[in-house]
Structures are given as C-alpha cells and as structure tokens.
C-alpha cells in the first residue's frame, strides 16, 4: 500500500464527509439518544397530568399551562417553557463538553490531527455539531408537545398572548419561530461549552462547568440586586421567546436576544480558536 | 529535494524545567526501517508527537519527507501513517466504523473507494472477522491491529510506528513485524519506535538511540555492529592451554572459565584460530565468533542497562 514515488502533495477535496460523520456520532451515541427521549418524555408527562387533574386555573399557574386545557398547542409551549432552564441546557452542555475534551480523552484526537484536521476545521465540525443539537433539542420538544397535546386536548385556533385568535396554522409557524429563536441562544450556550471543552481533557467536567454556568445565569438574573449584570447574563433574553406570540409579532424586542447571543458565540468562538490553535496534545 | 523522509534539527522539548527531548538532530534516510530505541521515559514519544505536530517543540525543527513541518502539515501528512503511544478509538463504534470516521476526516481520501481502502486495511492486519464488532470488545492486540490498520488507510511514504507490537501475542508480533518489512519492501520509510532490542535486530536497517532525552546514537545497524568488536569462544577441557594459543594469535581480553576460553578476535581470522589450536593439541569441544549482542552495545551507550528512564 506504499509508494514511495508519489512525492507530489495529494489533492485536497472540499467535502462534507467529516461533518456527517461528525452528526453521525453524535446520533449514534446511546447516551445522546437516552438525554433526546427524556427531553421528549417532558411534554408527555406535563401533558397527562393535567390531562388527569384538570387544574384550577385561579391559582395563578404560568400562562401556558393554564391555556393547556382549552388548545393543545400549548402543551409544547409550557414544556419548553419548563425546559429552558434546566434540560435543554444539559442537553447543550452533553454535546458541547464532549465535543474536544470527549475526543482528547479517547485519545482520538491526536489520530484526527494526524489525519490531518486542521484544528480550525475540527472546531468548525464539532461546533457544528453542537449547533444542529441547539436546534433538534427545541424542535423535539415541540413537536412532541403539539402531538400529544392535540391528541389529549384538541386544536382548532390559538389564543395568543395579547388575545388576539390566529388560525392554527398561523400559530405552528409562531411555534417554528420559537423553536429557531431559542436555536440561536442554545447555540451561544454550545459556544460556550465549545470553549470549556477546550480547557480540559474530562469531558464530564466541562458538562458540569457548562450547565452550572447556565444555572447561575438564571439564579442571578433572578437577584434585583445585580440589575446591573443582568444586561450581560447568557440566559438574560431566553424567554423573550413569548414576543413571537403577540399579535402583531414585535422582531424589535427578539433583537437584543439574537445581539446577545452573537456576541456570546463570536467571543467564545474566538477563545476556543485561541485556545485550542497552539495547545500541546499530550493525550 | 532531500533524501531525509525525516530530520530534525535541535528537536526539544521543555515541561517546565524538565527536558524531555534535548537538542536531537534525527536522520531517517529514504527507504530505511529505523530503529529509534530507547527505554520507557526516555523521551521517544514526545519526540514523535513532535515529529506529527501535535506538540510544538520549544526549540529547533524539523521536515517529514523534505516539506518543513507544522507550516506543510496539511500536505505532508496524508502521506504519513501514524500509531502514537496506543491505539485511540470511539468505544462505542464498530473497528470499521472508527476506520471510516479517520477517513472522512481526510481531506485527501476519496468517498467512493473508502470501503474497499477500509476493507483491505482491515484484512492487512488480519482484522476483517471482528470489523463488524464494537471496539470496546476488541482485546488490547486487536485494539492494537486496528489502530495499525488506520495508518495503512491511504498508500503512505513515511511509517510512524510507536511501539506496534505492544500488547500483542507471539504470533501478532510476528506479523506486525513481516508486515513492516513488507511495507519497507513496498518502498515506504518507516520510523519505530520500540523498547525492543530483538525487535530492532529483526527488522531494522538503522537505529537512533535515545536515553534521557538525548539521541546518544544513530547509525546504520551493520555499522553499530561492527564498531563492537565480535569474540572468538572455544569450548575446551583445556582453558588454560587454549588461552595461551589466543594470546599468541594476538587475540585482547582474553578470559577463561573452567570450560572454556574467549577472546577478542581482532584481525585474527577465525579459521586461523581454529587451526591453531588443534595444532598445539588443544581438544576444541565448540568454537563460535558472537558478535556482542545489541543489549552489549547499548548499555556500552548509555552506561547502564536498559531500565525505565528517570
């Protein structure tokens, strides 16, 4: 299988080969499938029960889920609504903390640099990896949320938040739009993670480091106190997703979410890059 | 165009004040199978993570197959194999499932041939009947044979082999060992890496020695040999008498036990020696010229024998 005569440099072709395998490995994994149906099962379980204990309304529920009973298409609202703050940024945070320390730790990284990847290109694929996650996560809930709502609940048209009704079909796109929005502050979290991923070779670590971050970001931004560090704070416009569901939608009040969330992936990106381009690989 | 498919110049490597690697200047010819010999902890895997631009060193530099490295990486190393310190696989992919991920990876690898490259990889290293199986059942020679088999995906110029025969059993051993002569045979370089003295004598044209850092020699083998000067022994009732024959032959260092005599032969031909002794009525039971063995002309390099680096 050698030769020793072909001295001239191979050609070089552009492909999306390592992209696909880079997706590939992500579906296959048992790990990120079992983390995909527990997401899944979130909406199931919210659904049913209070599909079984029809709750009193008075009591001050969160919107969504008191709207559950009267149109489905609220169960995938309320679930993703329940999940922001703690499993789809686990889910992230499974993908993102793997993607450099998970291959470090194998011990295949230093056989993908010697392919050779070039180490920009390796962070390309793996944050493209985790980006096609930050955007699957929220859909499955969605979609999982509208099916079984409007097999327990029924649809018909949609009661938005400033009580104007839009047909049903109107409301799935506004569904679509939420799911894309909250895309796009998952992958500034996945940015995030990207760079953790970076720093160490214990891909669990930077699991946890990322989904502790993303915790305290919403425990402060919690504290009137810190009003001063809220503006900065990862998970500060998350549930600006709600602006999608006023009638007309107002795109002006997403700006600052979809600014922050750039901001957030062009910093991160660039440390990564700067971190990760001239690190020794020893393992 | 330089016929060195791998040289360095003032290779080193510093971990805080601890010097790993210390000033090598390596010259793997053309063509050659070499050697590079040392024990554990002596620096031989940093130096070649460092040949592979995985680490950058913290002085001098170096070229693999005359393109000057890390700045050629990208074409340079499509054409060169690569087994550092063990094999490094996804647990939970199939043996031909991690060969397609490397694969996909390179840039230089054609999609449509990709099988039948990964299927002739396999059976090279007599893996084909366990391809289909999750890597985290392979015992440690099969793990060892695919990550053998990811170096051999494409045709390669250069060979970088770190230790690949470890973990492996007799037989896999031996045909690790054929199968890199057979790729030298093939016209491909290679570099291995190896604690083994018996394997470096098997296969091996050349050999770099390296001892706390430091590549203390490198040379041909023929020529490391012949600097050792080879010995007469002859096996006797007679040790006494016989000793007194080498010495007038002009043999040095002669030494005598209670069954036999030796000495440095010199310019002394054997058969001479032979003759001589019948001759003087010496009863010669056994009669042999050992060059000294390569552990010999080792622990004469580094002065000491062939334990784990501090």
């Known amino acids: 299988m050698s030769a020793a005569d072909t001295s001239a440099a191979p050609v070089r072709r552009f492909s999306s080969r390592f992209l696909r395998s880079e997706l590939r490995l992500i579906a296959v994994r048992r790990r990120n499938q079992v983390g995909l149906a527990a997401l899944a099962a979130v909406p199931i379980v919210l659904a049913v029960a209070i599909k079984v204990a029809a709750p009193d309304t008075s009591d001050g529920a969160p919107d969504f889920v008191a709207q559950i009973t009267g149109n489905g298409f609220f169960v995938a609202l309320a679930a993703l609504s329940a999940e922001l703050t703690l499993f789809l940024p686990i889910a992230i945070a499974m993908v993102a903390g793997d993607a450099v320390a998970g291959e470090a730790d194998q011990g295949t990284l230093r056989y993908l640099l010697t392919v050779p990847v070039g180490r920009i290109r390796l962070l390309a694929v793996k944050y493209a990896g985790i980006v096609a996650g930050a955007f699957l996560a929220p859909l499955l809930v969605a979609a999982t949320g509208l099916t079984v709502g409007l097999i327990l609940f029924g649809g018909g048209d949609v009661t938005l938040l400033s009580g104007t009704q839009v047909g049903f079909g109107e409301a799935l796109l506004r569904l679509l739009g939420v799911c894309l929005y909250l895309g796009v502050c998952l992958s500034a979290l996945g940015a995030v993670g990207l760079f953790l991923s970076t720093l160490t070779v214990q891909p669990m670590g930077a699991t946890i480091a990322l989904t502790m971050l993303s915790v305290a970001s919403v425990v402060l931004g919690q504290i009137p106190q810190l009003d001063w560090l809220h503006p900065y704070l990862l998970t500060r416009h998350w549930q600006d997703f709600g602006e999608l569901l006023r009638d007309p939608v107002s795109f002006g009040a997403l700006t600052p979410g979809l600014l922050s969330a750039l901001a957030y992936i062009v910093v991160f990106l660039t440390a990564a890059w700067a971190r990760f381009a001239g690190r020794d690989v020893t393992t | ?310």
């Open chain 2, 1 to 310: 165009m330089t016929d060195l498919a791998v040289a360095t110049q003032g290779l080193t490597k510093r971990f805080g004040s601890q010097v790993a690697v210390d000033t090598v200047d390596l010259a793997v010819p053309r063509g050659a199978v070499y050697g590079f010999l040392g024990p554990n902890g002596s620096g031989k895997t940093t130096t070649i993570r460092m040949l592979l631009g995985l680490i950058s060193p913290t002085a001098g530099g170096h070229e693999l197959l005359g393109s000057a490295m890390p700045e050629r990486a990208a074409e340079v190393l499509p054409r060169v194999g690569a087994l550092v310190e063990g094999p490094g696989f996804h647990p939970y992919l199939s043996g031909r499932d991690n060969l397609r991920r490397l694969d996909a990876a390179d840039r230089t690898a054609e999609a449509r041939t990709a099988d039948a490259r990964i299927a002739a990889a396999l059976d090279r290293v007599g893996l084909s009947a366990a391809a289909a199986k999750r890597y985290r059942s392979y015992s440690l020679g099969m793990k060892q044979r695919l990550a053998i088999a990811a170096a051999l995906l494409l045709p390669r110029d250069l060979l970088i082999l770190d230790e690949p025969t470890n973990g492996l059993d007799p037989q896999g051993t031996r045909e690790v060992r054929a199968l890199v002569g057979t790729l030298a045979a093939e016209g491909a370089t290679v570099l291995l890496s190896t604690h083994l003295l018996a394997e470096v004598e098997q296969v091996c044209t050349h050999v770099g020695v390296m001892h706390r850092g430091k590549l203390v020699a490198q040379q041909p083998l023929s020529r490391l040999r012949s600097d050792a000067a080879p010995r007469a022994r002859v096996l006797t009732d007679q040790p006494a008498q016989a000793a007194r024959v080498l010495r007038t032959l002009g043999l040095t260092e002669i030494a005598e036990t209670a069954a036999e005599a030796s000495g440095q032969l010199g310019a002394a031909a054997p058969e001479k020696v032979v003759a001589a002794l019948v001759h003087d009525g010496v009863a010669v039971r056994g009669f042999a010229v050992e060059a000294p063995s390569l552990e010999d002309v080792f622990v004469s390099l580094t002065g000491r024998g062939f334990d784990v680096s501090g």
